[in-house]
């Protein structure tokens, strides 16, 4: 491989919430979504050529910005996108806050579908707004949809926003075209926008592709704002840029108008530069990472299979986190995080965090000698 992603970078000590989360220096961390590989090196260097100027002032966002995302989108996911309908923000979560605050009223539902991020429901809730969950159908060691449930709580007047994960964390899928399909046909017939936040786009397995969902068609378009940012799949969460992508102007102007009342408009200069770098050059490095990634899965899940054939891996066809069956165990998943933690020290997340009990998230955006390690220490706990 032309990039290094077996080194592993001792991350202690850098004020990182990954690996300085811990008062304890020995754990593994497989938690938080951030990865322990170095960016891609034509995003170090633009930042390395940006802080010898030596000055960090107020950054007007350039013209290449737009041209960048454009370019990417059109050529990796066959998605054209109006540089006029980009709107630039500090985050996917500011970013999804906002819409919901921009088409949502005190009281009025916002659906989901669990298991799920998060922060979906801290956007909610934050925003004074009802949760309403259909749950996705675990089967067969994957995730489908209930588009009977759904559509019940889609029609619903109440129901004004659906937050779509586009590809889906923590249930790993990459959603087929005929599924976003559906989804759109349900939302636009009973008037629920659709807000997809598509930040792991570019982490997908062979055999899957990740559809944009404005790139359906025309009508599906108009009904949605797309939330996307290079900085989980390129590890640059922190320098804290992202698009809200909207194609209905009239929508977009809406936004554009929450954002700057809620004062997330500006953002930083290396924010600009590495997404820049990321969608100019950033293309092979994207490729091997997804291979890296690809090959970490198929070491969990045949670990899995082989120690613990009662504690299922489930399919994984995007994003860099594993969703792992621990139904079998008796256990609650915060339970068996704790056990991890103290006996084998690893840490998981809990599928209680993504509203779903009997599963853990794996973070498997590190080294594979790290990834051995903690597979190791799992099998001599005894917890699963």
């Not at 977009?252 to 770098?277: H, M, R, T, Y």
């Not at 509203?355 to 220490?377: K, P, Y």
Request: aromatic share 10%.
């Amino acid at each position: 491989m032309k990039y290094d992603f077996d080194s592993i970078i001792n991350r202690r000590g850098t004020h990182c919430v990954k690996w300085d989360d811990d008062i304890q220096e020995d754990i593994i961390p497989l938690w938080v979504a951030d990865m322990d590989f170095k960016t891609a090196p034509c995003i170090i260097q633009s930042l390395e050529k940006r802080v010898k100027q030596g000055i960090f002032g107020y950054v007007k966002v350039p013209q290449e910005y737009y041209d960048a995302t454009v370019s990417w989108f059109k050529k990796r996911h066959k998605w054209t996108i109006n540089p006029d309908r980009i709107i630039y923000t500090t985050g996917v979560v500011p970013a999804m806050s906002a819409v919901i605050k921009t088409f949502c009223k005190e009281g009025d539902k916002v659906l989901l579908q669990t298991p799920v991020y998060n922060c979906f429901f801290s956007s909610i809730r934050n925003n004074g707004c009802e949760i309403v969950d259909s749950p996705l159908v675990y089967e067969n060691s994957t995730y489908k949809i209930d588009y009977e449930d759904f559509e019940k709580k889609a029609s619903d007047p109440n129901t004004k926003i659906f937050l779509l994960c586009n590809p889906h964390n923590p249930a790993g899928r990459v959603w087929r075209k005929e599924e976003l399909e559906k989804l759109s046909h349900i939302c636009v017939k009973h008037d629920v926008l659709v807000v997809s936040d598509e930040i792991h786009c570019e982490i997908v397995m062979p055999k899957n592709e990740y559809i944009p969902f404005a790139s359906i068609n025309k009508e599906t378009a108009k009904n949605s704002v797309i939330l996307s940012s290079p900085t989980k799949s390129f590890n640059i969460a922190g320098l804290q840029i992202a698009n809200i992508i909207c194609p209905n102007e009239t929508m977009q102007k809406q936004i554009d108008k929450a954002i700057n009342i809620n004062e997330i408009c500006d953002v930083n200069p290396f924010g600009v530069e590495a997404l820049i770098s990321a969608y100019t050059q950033g293309g092979d490095w994207i490729d091997e990472l997804n291979t890296y990634i690809c090959n970490n899965y198929t070491l969990l899940k045949n670990f899995f299979t082989r120690y613990f054939p009662s504690c299922p891996v489930v399919k994984m066809e995007g994003t860099y986190l594993a969703w792992v069956d621990i139904q079998a165990t008796g256990k609650t998943s915060e339970e068996i995080c704790e056990l991890l933690t103290q006996k084998a020290k690893v840490r998981l997340n809990p599928g209680t965090m993504y509203g779903t009990e009997g599963f853990v998230r794996v973070n498997l955006a590190c080294s594979q000698g790290l990834l051995q390690q903690a597979l190791i220490q799992i099998k001599k706990s005894e917890v699963l």
